[in-house]
């Protein structure tokens, strides 16, 4: 052989024998994206959704590669985003309810990459969908709050009238009247997931009108930083919010998406994956709640923690007839739970003794 | 309980008021200068993060605003030197202006999201705010607020009875021909829009210091915007830009309240309105236009200056 071609060969074998190493040694990552419809900032919804991505990372370390997008507007904008997501990316979570139309259309042009949209109803075999049940939290919060207003009005600051948001309205009414039956609501529509300082008018605008606890279903600290202000009550949503009210703050519902996302990160990465449709709850760990603050009495924590234990064994459901819809119209009978669909995925109805019109 | 009802609603309309206020009397300037500034979303909320950081490090009010208004003013000193020395287009220049603030404010501001800050909160002035009804709305009000009336007062009387006033609406009617005269065309603008930025930081610092304790990306939520509206609305006049703001502000106020009195109004519509109205007020302005009247549209508005000399 001449030198020539034995450097060469030498060059090749040496070069194959480092490539087969290394390509035993380490597999692909897999790479998630997560599209966020608000700032990480919020501390509110998108705050818990990245810590369930975080969580992911520390879990699978250098097994995921994390991309996350953030304040993605749910209009065409964010169409755009998931397309660009798509072509790098092998799972994808769209973490609002408006980003559906566009996911599903992502979905169909993208057969191979998965895709999972939360708080949605729309499946495709590359499309999951997954849920909590807010409501159970809003059920524990309702007892607390029927209990500690001294007012009987509950100020409801709420963003959508799509089903989830309808749905932890007649949750926290019910829960609140089965223990003070003078209770009363008042819901207040701002119409955005997350704007400050519309969201702390709305909180100051139901204090004005005599609400004495606050509830929500937008994504910042606003409202509470109105109720520790005021001297009022309020809940966390979606996350421990005592930081901003640490008086005002009873308890808080708690989103905990990490183990349901490394779940199906891992089911990628193992080639399980497949199209499904999640609405977990206390039972399954995905609704948690703050500690209980100690503001309230002994009473009302013991009997909300009760309630608590009750949901996470399965044994009580916070919406158990007999329950009539607002206008009179009979919905559960006696002992009776509703199903998922369509009972609770498209609820469009306020319950009774709720005296607010519906939003059209 | 209703008159108690009341004036929480009159203190709320003056909340939601004062940064369009702000915003609008610092672009009405501006553009009574002809310049057209598209960045006041972007100076708002450079100004309200920057208030927002320095509250939370030294605890004073007074320095907080000084840097709102400082910040705000160094992104539209961006702006003026773009517009009026490279001669950019005011409008591509704004909305990158906008762009940019945003963004810069979300980044800046990315380790504030965890803090709270003690609001600045209303005052009382001795004697007046014990009148029954008008002396707990009318006198105790929040003091940036009342920073907000005077403003509009001060820029009223600049323009309308002070000769820089003059020289500087005249710049904005025909720049041509003030240069001609000997004014310098550029230094009035440059001023003009350093206030007009100082504004929208006051503006947007107003969101951080007094209406929520927090910090959080994209507060502003397109009130910068809603300001430029503002001031075609109140057709370049001072005073008139009380009256918009108390509607545009006012609007979203009067309709959480109605909410909870289950007064059924469509949010839509409402929130519709100050833009419809400042549609019909456009086309009437095109009409008036032969009359003599200071309700018009400044003639150079947008145009760049090229001094010919």
């Known amino acids: 052989m001449s030198n020539r071609r034995f450097s060469s060969v030498l060059k090749l074998s040496i070069l194959s024998v480092v490539l087969a190493f290394t390509g035993s040694v380490s597999a692909d990552p897999v790479k998630a994206a997560f599209v966020y419809i608000g700032p990480t900032g919020d501390h509110g919804w998108t705050f818990a959704h990245d810590q369930g991505a975080k969580y992911v990372k520390e879990k699978m370390g250098d097994d995921v590669v994390i991309t996350t997008v953030e304040s993605v507007e749910e209009n065409s904008d964010s169409e755009r985003v998931i397309t660009s997501l798509a072509r790098k990316n092998d799972i994808i979570f769209t973490t609002s309810f408006g980003y559906m139309n566009p996911t599903v259309k992502v ?39 029927g209990r500690m207003t001294k007012s009987n009005v509950i100020g409801y600051i709420a963003s959508f009238p799509i089903p989830e948001v309808i749905r932890g309205i007649n949750s926290a009414y019910l829960a609140a009247k089965s223990v003070n039956p003078d209770v009363s609501m008042k819901i207040v529509w701002v119409y955005t997931w997350y704007d400050p300082g519309k969201e ?54 708690i989103d905990d998406w990490g183990p349901y996302y490394l779940a199906r990160v891992q089911a990628v990465k193992d080639g399980t994956w497949t199209s499904s449709d999640t609405f977990d709850g206390v039972k399954q760990g995905m609704v948690k709640f703050a500690p209980m603050n100690n503001n309230m009495p002994v009473d009302v924590k013991n009997e909300a923690m009760k309630a608590i234990i009750d949901l996470s064994m399965g044994a009580i459901h916070p919406f158990t007839g007999p329950i009539n819809k607002q206008d009179g119209t009979p919905w559960l009978a006696e002992g009776e739970t509703p199903p998922n669909f369509p009972d609770l995925l498209t609820m469009d109805f306020y319950v009774e003794g709720i005296d607010s019109k519906y939003p059209n | 309980m209703i008159e108690n009802l009341l004036i929480e609603i009159f203190i709320g ?148 009875k002070t000769k820089q006033g003059l020289i500087l ?18 230094l009035y603008r440059f001023m003009a829009i350093l206030f007009g930025g100082a504004m929208a930081g006051l503006g947007g610092a107003f969101l951080s210091l007094v209406q929520v304790p927090i910090w959080g990306e994209g507060m502003t939520a397109g009130r910068g915007w809603i300001a430029l509206g503002l001031v075609v609305f ?66 150079c508005l947008g145009r760049i200056f090229h001094s010919t000399t």
């Not at chain 2, 609406?169 to 550029?186: C, L, Q």
């Open chain 1, 107 to 145: 979905a169909k042009r993208y057969p191979d990459v998965k895709f999972e949209h939360a708080t949605g109803y729309m499946l495709e075999d590359n499309l999951s969908v997954y849920s909590a049940r807010f409501y159970e939290g809003r059920h524990v919060i309702g007892k607390i709050a």
């Open chain 1, 200 to 253: 702390a008018d709305a909180a100051n605008a139901l204090i004005a009108q005599g609400a004495d606890i606050l509830m929500q279903h937008t994504d910042s600290t606003a409202p509470i930083t109105v109720a520790e202000e005021k001297g009022i009550y309020a809940f966390g949503q979606a996350s421990n919010m005592r930081e901003w009210g640490p008086n005002a703050q009873l308890t808080g519902i």
């Open chain 2, 13 to 160: 309309i003056t909340i939601a008021s004062a940064p369009l206020i702000f915003a609008a009397i610092g672009e009405l300037l501006v553009e009574r200068s002809g310049v057209l500034n598209l960045g006041v979303e972007g100076m708002m909320i450079v100004g309200a993060l920057l208030g927002f950081v320095v509250i939370s490090h030294t605890g004073n009010p007074y320095l907080a605003v000084l840097a709102a208004l400082v910040a705000g003013m160094m992104i539209a000193s961006i702006f003026a030197f773009l517009t009026q020395f490279l001669l950019t287009n005011q409008v591509a220049t704004g909305l990158a202006l906008t762009l940019f603030g945003l963004g810069f404010a979300a980044f800046a501001g990315r380790d504030y999201t965890e803090v709270t800050i003690d609001l600045i909160g209303p005052i009382h002035i001795p004697i007046l705010s014990e009148i029954p009804y008008i002396g707990p709305s009318l006198f105790s009000l929040n003091p940036l607020i009342y920073l907000a009336f005077f403003m509009v007062y001060l820029v009223w009387w600049f323009l309308f």
């Open chain 2, 169 to 186: 609406r005249a710049i904005g009617d025909n720049h041509d021909a003030a240069h001609a005269i000997g004014h310098n065309v550029v």
């Open chain 2, 234 to 299: 109140a057709s370049w006049q001072p005073f008139r830009i009380i009256l918009g703001a108390v509607i545009f502000g006012g609007i979203t106020v009067l309709q959480l309240h109605a909410q909870g009195f289950d007064i059924r109004i469509s949010a839509q519509y409402l929130s519709m309105l100050p833009y419809l109205a400042t549609i019909v007020i456009l086309v009437s302005l095109r009409m008036r236009l032969k009359n003599k009247t200071n309700r018009t549209v400044p003639n």
